[in-house]
């Protein structure tokens, strides 16, 4: 900043500035959490998956949902989702199965061994959450997650030239 300060300035870098923080930032906890994915044999978009199964709760009919409740939960295409279900059936942390109501539809469902190894991941995962905002205070933590959502609302409310069709 210092620099574009003497160059230009008239330019206004505080954009910049917390825009390359966040950047490093975000490259920082993308590290942090790989690393504790790693530790389970998964990565972040397997355990995406795993967690949105498990805190979909029993409701009687165990950990599952529908594929397409994934992804649109997940925010992914339909082929990411199943190239994630695949991956995570060969490990035997899902199954597929059929529906109980409709046994023309297929649900995902995480097995014994999915449920342990997410029950447990979820704990180190929240666990390295808690680390990398450690030097936070609690006022400061609550505060910054006002402040990001606020801009992620605004970003993702207003309509970007890379979100419209070529024409």
Partial sequence: ME??????????????????????VAKHIEKRLGKN?????LNSGEFDVLA??????????GYRLKPTELYQSLMITSGAM????????KKGLVSRTHDDTDRRAICVELTKKGLDLISQAIVTHTETEDSILKDLSGEETALF??????LLFSLEEEPQ????PDV
């Fill in 3 to 24: 620099q574009w300060n003497q160059e230009l300035p008239e330019l206004a870098t505080e954009s910049m500035a917390v825009l390359g923080r966040l950047n490093r």
């Fill in 37 to 41: 994915f790693s530790t389970y044999n």
């Fill in 52 to 61: 949105t199964l498990r805190r979909s709760g029993t409701g009687g009919n």
């Fill in 82 to 89: 199943t190239n994630r279900i695949d991956t995570l059936e």
């Fill in 145 to 150: 997650n006002q402040l990001l959502k606020k």
């Fill in 161 to 164: 030239e890379y979100d419209t």
